[in-house]
C-alpha cells in the first residue's frame, strides 16, 4: 500500500535525477555518509568561529552547504561536507528525504521516529506524508487502498479532523478529486518535493536546515544596516554586500536647487501630485499656483489660478491627479483642472464658510469640514449628498480619509481626532495632552503625523486599533500654523517647518533629528516631500518663496524607476553654505548630531 511505483524507470537512476534537481542532499546521495561524522556527536565540543564567538562553526558549514545546493553547485556542496567533515544532514535524514522522494511512504512514516522528534511533530509530519500517499493513490485510481490508508493510517492521528472530511469527501465522490490521472512522473516528483519543502518547514531546524537560510540571514543583516542608517534613502538594491552599509547626509534633499518667487504673500500650503509630477501652492495673496515637475527635475511655472477671494488654505489633489481642490479660509471650494488651468465648479452652503477638502478615494465625490462644525459630502456637480452635524470638525484646514474611504479624520475638537465611519457612523478618537495645530496622513493611510501645540510632533498607527508609535522634538513653533509630511524612500523621514525659519528632518524609525536645512528668512509654514522622487522636497515660507530641495550637484531625472546622477547640474540657482561654528555642516546644511 505504498505510493506509485515508477516501474519503468531504475531505482538508482531515479534517485540520481532527484538529487540534482533538488540539490538538497548531502553527496549527492552517492552514499559517501562515511566522509562525514553524524551531526549528534556534535552538540559537546561546540567550535566558535568569529571575532565576537558567536557564530557556531557546525552551523555555519551546513548554513554554507546548503546554500551550495540551492544555488545548484551540488558537486562543491558535496566537497565542502566531504573536506570539513560535518554533513548537511545526518544519513538517517538523508535516507527520509530519499524515502519521500521515492514514494515509500510506510518506512518515512516510520523513521520519523528514528530522526528523534517530539511526538507531536512526529504525528503532524505523518499527516501531512499520508496525505501525499492518499492523494497518489487516488490519481493512480486506487479508491480502496486510499480509503484504508485514510481510515487505518491517517483518521488514527487524531489531527486536523476539518483537513480528513476534506479527504473523506474525495472518497465519497471520486469526481471531486485534484487529481484525474493524467499526471506524469515530472509531476508527481514536483508534488513529493513540495511535501519536502512542507516538511522542512516543520522538522527542527537542527534537522533540516531551512530552505535558503544564508540568503535569508544576508538580507536580514541588510535590512538590519539599512534601518540603522539615519540617512538611508536609496534602494536596498543598490546596497553592497562588500562592505557595512552607511549613507551620508548627501542622500537627503539638503540643498536648494531652486527658488520660486512667483507669490505676491506668504505661502501658506503646497503639496505634490501623487505621481510627483506636479506641486500645488496657495498663499496670502488668495492665488493657488500649479508648478510642473519637469523630467530633468526643474519646477516650471504651469499655471496660476485666481476666483478665491480669500487667502487658500487647504489643497488636495485628486486621486488620478488630474484635478486640484482649493479651499479658501471659511469660504468656497473650488476644483480645478490641471491641464487647462480653468475652473470646473465651485461648491458653496449659503450663511456658512468652507474650512477644509478631501477627495474620495474613487474621485467621484468630495468632503469638506463646514464652519458650523459638521462635514458635508458633495458629489463633482455640486450637489450636497450628505452631512453630518454635531463637533464633528473645527476651524483646522486639515481632513483626511482612510484608503478604503470608509473613515474621515477630522480634528474635531481642541485636543482629538475623530476618525468618523461616514456610511455606518462609528466613531473612534485620538485624544492628545495639547492642542492639536495640524496633521498629516502617510502615503498608505495607515499612520497619522499630528503637529501638538507644545512644539511636537507624533505618530499613531491608525489601522486598526489605535496606536501611539512615535514622538519628535526640536522644531519651533509658537503662533502660527506649522506643517509637517512624511517622504523620502518607504516615507522613512518626518520632515516640518518651523518659526526659526529652517526646515527639520529626523529619521523615522530611530526619531533622532539629523538635519535642520537653512535658507529661507522667516516661518516655514509647510513642507511636501515628492512621493516619486525621494530626492526631492519643497518648502513654503511667510519670506514669499518656495524652495525646492535637493542632492548636491545632483539633477534627479527619473527613468524607469531609476535616478540618474548629473554633475553638470543648471538648476542650482542658490547655493547657501554656512560658516562653521563647531557644527558639522553637509553641503551648508546644519547636521544635527
Keep these: 500500500?505504498?505510493?506509485?511505483?515508477?516501474?519503468?524507470?531504475?531505482?538508482?537512476?531515479?534517485?540520481?535525477?532527484?538529487?540534482?534537481?533538488?540539490?538538497?542532499?548531502?553527496?549527492?546521495?552517492?552514499?559517501?555518509?562515511?566522509?562525514?561524522?553524524?551531526?549528534?556527536?556534535?552538540?559537546?565540543?561546540?567550535?566558535?568561529?568569529?571575532?565576537?564567538?558567536?557564530?557556531?562553526k557546525t552551523e555555519l558549514v551546513r548554513i554554507l552547504a546548503e546554500a551550495l545546493y540551492s544555488l545548484g553547485y551540488s558537486e562543491t556542496?558535496?566537497?565542502?561536507?566531504?573536506?570539513?567533515?560535518?554533513?548537511?544532514?545526518?544519513?538517517?535524514?538523508?535516507?527520509?528525504?530519499?524515502?519521500?522522494?521515492?514514494?515509500?511512504?510506510?518506512?518515512?512514516?516510520?523513521?520519523?521516529?528514528?530522526?528523534?522528534?517530539?511526538?507531536?511533530?512526529?504525528k503532524s509530519a505523518s499527516f501531512i506524508i499520508l496525505e501525499q500517499k492518499f492523494f497518489e493513490l487516488m490519481e493512480g485510481e486506487k479508491i480502496i487502498d486510499a480509503w484504508k490508508t485514510l481510515r487505518t493510517e491517517i483518521v488514527p492521528l487524531s489531527i486536523n479532523d476539518e483537513r480528513v472530511r476534506v479527504l473523506s469527501s474525495f472518497i465519497i465522490s471520486p469526481s471531486r478529486s485534484l487529481f484525474d490521472g493524467s499526471f506524469s512522473k515530472e509531476s508527481r516528483l514536483?508534488?513529493?518535493?513540495?511535501?519536502?519543502?512542507?516538511?522542512?518547514?516543520?522538522?527542527?531546524?537542527?534537522?533540516?536546515?531551512?530552505?535558503?537560510?544564508?540568503?535569508?540571514?544576508?538580507?536580514?543583516?541588510?535590512?538590519?544596516?539599512?534601518?540603522?542608517?539615519?540617512?538611508h534613502n536609496c534602494e536596498v538594491g543598490k546596497m553592497s554586500l562588500l562592505t557595512d552599509h552607511k549613507c551620508g547626509c548627501d542622500h537627503i534633499p539638503c540643498q536648494t536647487l531652486q527658488i520660486l518667487q512667483e507669490h505676491n504673500d506668504e505661502v501658506w500650503f503646497l503639496q505634490f501630485s501623487h505621481n510627483g509630477k506636479y506641486?500645488?501652492?496657495?498663499?496670502?495673496?488668495?492665488?493657488?499656483?500649479?508648478?510642473?515637475?519637469?523630467?530633468?527635475?526643474?519646477?516650471?511655472?504651469?499655471?496660476?489660478?485666481?476666483?478665491?477671494k480669500k487667502p487658500v488654505s487647504c489643497i488636495s489633489w485628486s486621486p488620478d491627479n488630474n484635478q486640484l481642490l482649493t479651499c479658501g479660509v471659511e469660504e468656497a471650494i473650488r476644483r480645478w483642472d490641471i491641464v487647462s488651468g480653468e475652473c470646473l465648479h465651485t461648491y458653496e452652503k449659503r450663511g456658512l464658510g468652507l474650512v477644509s477638502c478631501t477627495w474620495a478615494p474613487d474621485g467621484k465625490s468630495i468632503f469638506s469640514g463646514v464652519s458650523d462644525k459638521s462635514i458635508s459630502m458633495w458629489d463633482l456637480e455640486g450637489k450636497e449628498l450628505?452631512?453630518?452635524?454635531?463637533?464633528?470638525?473645527?476651524?483646522?484646514?486639515?481632513?483626511?480619509?482612510?484608503?478604503?474611504?470608509?473613515?474621515?479624520?477630522?480634528?474635531?475638537?481642541?485636543?482629538?481626532?475623530?476618525?468618523?465611519?461616514?456610511?455606518?457612523?462609528?466613531?473612534?478618537?485620538?485624544?492628545?495632552?495639547?492642542?492639536i495645530i495640524s496633521f498629516a496622513l502617510s502615503e498608505d493611510k495607515k499612520f497619522l503625523l499630528v503637529s501638538l501645540l507644545n512644539e511636537e510632533l507624533h505618530v499613531w498607527n491608525i489601522d486598526g486599533c489605535t496606536k501611539l508609535v512615535a514622538k519628535y522634538k526640536g522644531h519651533k513653533r509658537s503662533r502660527f500654523v506649522v506643517r509637517s509630511c512624511f517622504g523620502g524612500l518607504e516615507q522613512a523621514f518626518?520632515?516640518?517647518?518651523?518659526?526659526?525659519?529652517?526646515?527639520?528632518?529626523w529619521h523615522r524609525l530611530s526619531k533622532e533629528l539629523i538635519l535642520t536645512l537653512a535658507g529661507h528668512s522667516a516661518t516655514v509654514n509647510c513642507v511636501s516631500w515628492n512621493p516619486a522622487n525621494p530626492y526631492m522636497l519643497a518648502s513654503a515660507s511667510d519670506d514669499r518663496t518656495i524652495r525646492i530641495w535637493g542632492l548636491n550637484?545632483?539633477?534627479?531625472?527619473k527613468n524607469g524607476g531609476q535616478y540618474s546622477h548629473n554633475n553638470n547640474n543648471n538648476n542650482n540657482k542658490n547655493n547657501n553654505s554656512s560658516n562653521s561654528n563647531g557644527v558639522n555642516y553637509c553641503n551648508g546644511v546644519s547636521q544635527v548630531g
Excluded at 38 to 51: H, K, P, R, T
Excluded at 214 to 220: G, N, Q, Y
Excluded at 494 to 504: K, N, W
Design 77 to 122: 556542496g558535496a566537497r565542502l561536507e566531504e573536506e570539513s567533515g560535518i554533513p548537511l544532514h545526518t544519513p538517517v535524514v538523508d535516507m527520509f528525504m530519499r524515502q519521500i522522494l521515492e514514494g515509500r511512504w510506510d518506512k518515512s512514516v516510520s523513521m520519523l521516529h528514528e530522526i528523534g522528534l517530539d511526538e507531536t511533530i512526529i
Design 279 to 308: 506641486l500645488a501652492s496657495s498663499s496670502g495673496d488668495c492665488l493657488v499656483i500649479i508648478w510642473e515637475v519637469m523630467a530633468d527635475g526643474h519646477v516650471s511655472l504651469k499655471h496660476k489660478l485666481s476666483g478665491h
Design 386 to 435: 450628505k452631512c453630518w452635524r454635531g463637533q464633528k470638525t473645527t476651524m483646522i484646514a486639515d481632513i483626511g480619509i482612510t484608503t478604503d474611504g470608509k473613515e474621515l479624520i477630522t480634528v474635531c475638537k481642541e485636543t482629538i481626532i475623530l476618525l468618523f465611519g461616514w456610511e455606518t457612523k462609528s466613531e473612534k478618537i485620538i485624544v492628545e495632552d495639547h492642542p
Design 1 to 56: 500500500m505504498g505510493g506509485l511505483e515508477d516501474d519503468d524507470e531504475p531505482l538508482s537512476k531515479r534517485v540520481k535525477v532527484m538529487s540534482g534537481e533538488s540539490g538538497g542532499f548531502s553527496n549527492g546521495l552517492s552514499g559517501s555518509f562515511s566522509m562525514a561524522r553524524q551531526l549528534s556527536s556534535q552538540g559537546d565540543n561546540v567550535e566558535a568561529i568569529g571575532s565576537k564567538g558567536v557564530v557556531n
Design 494 to 505: 518626518i520632515a516640518s517647518g518651523s518659526e526659526d525659519s529652517q526646515v527639520y528632518i
Design 553 to 557: 550637484q545632483v539633477n534627479m531625472n
Design 190 to 231: 514536483g508534488s513529493r518535493k513540495k511535501l519536502l519543502e512542507e516538511l522542512r518547514k516543520l522538522l527542527p531546524p537542527a534537522v533540516m536546515i531551512p530552505e535558503k537560510r544564508l540568503v535569508h540571514l544576508v538580507e536580514l543583516a541588510v535590512l538590519l544596516q539599512k534601518d540603522a542608517c539615519k540617512f
